[in-house]
């Protein structure tokens, strides 16, 4: 089975200032993450995926996601947080064996001004 | 490309009544998802389609539910009879492939909701 969990319903972070979105996954085989990103009223867009090789992924909007094994996370992160940058955010994980996602129940992230 | 295209985007209706949701996925992809997202239970898989042929309706809640893919281009999900605990946004997604480094793409989504 494959499972993932966000464990903030939501973050709060001021404008500047770096931000970090948690992830983490069980998978029984090798695991395949996403990023999503939902802004109001609109759908999931993609931010970028982890498959293998080096364990930052860089993704869009200066986002980025590190790999960790040991502790299978995948967390997203960039170092100054916009105020457009508020948003729900899902992470995603396909176990090598799996056809389909799991999603996280997503993160709300505010950017304060 | 234009993207996953999904009609209508909102849906008020009433109990009882025969919903039917639109989806066109990106031109050349193979795969077609419908998903339902609400507040309690997050994103949901309802049912998947490779070619036109449904793979796994699983996710499907009940058979008041059904979704077709008559062609590559077009899918519905349909709600009959609908009911108040059916109110959520259903997105659509397509991918190119199924392997497990494919990315899928969402639709706006449709948000519905039963009186």
């Known amino acids: 089975a494959q499972s993932v969990a966000q464990p903030e319903d939501q973050v709060n972070v001021a404008e500047g200032n770096p931000l970090t979105v948690k992830c983490t996954y069980s998978?029984?085989?090798?695991?395949?993450l996403f990023w999503y990103v939902q802004y109001p009223n609109r759908g999931l867009q993609f931010l970028l995926k982890?498959?293998?090789?080096?364990?930052l992924v860089k993704g869009s909007y200066g986002f980025e996601a590190e790999f960790n094994k040991s502790q299978t996370s995948f967390h997203l992160k960039k170092p100054s947080a916009l105020v457009s940058d508020s948003a729900l955010y899902f992470c995603?994980?396909?176990?090598?064996?799996?056809?389909?996602?799991?999603f996280g129940k997503g993160t709300m992230l505010l950017v304060s001004p | 490309d234009a993207g996953v295209i999904q009609s209508p985007r909102h849906e008020v209706t009433e109990m009882g009544q025969e919903v039917t949701l639109r989806c066109k996925p990106i031109?050349?992809?193979?795969?077609l998802f419908w998903y339902r997202q609400t507040m309690m239970r997050g994103l949901e898989l309802l049912i998947y389609?490779?070619?036109?042929?449904?793979?796994?309706d699983s996710g499907m809640p009940e058979d008041r539910f059904s979704a077709k893919m008559p062609n590559a281009s077009f899918s519905t999900l349909k709600i009959q009879p609908s009911e108040p605990r059916d109110s959520a946004v259903y997105f659509c997604?397509?991918?190119?492939?199924?392997?497990?480094?494919?990315?899928?793409?969402f639709g706006p989504g449709t948000r519905l909701t039963v009186l």
């Open positions: 982890y498959i293998t090789g080096d364990n």
């Open positions: 997604a397509s991918s190119l492939y199924i392997s497990s480094t494919d990315t899928q793409y």
């Open positions: 389609f490779n070619n036109n042929v449904p793979i796994d």
């Open positions: 031109s050349g992809h193979d795969y």
């Open positions: 995603a994980v396909r176990d090598s064996g799996y056809s389909t996602l799991t």
């Open positions: 998978v029984s085989g090798n695991p395949y």
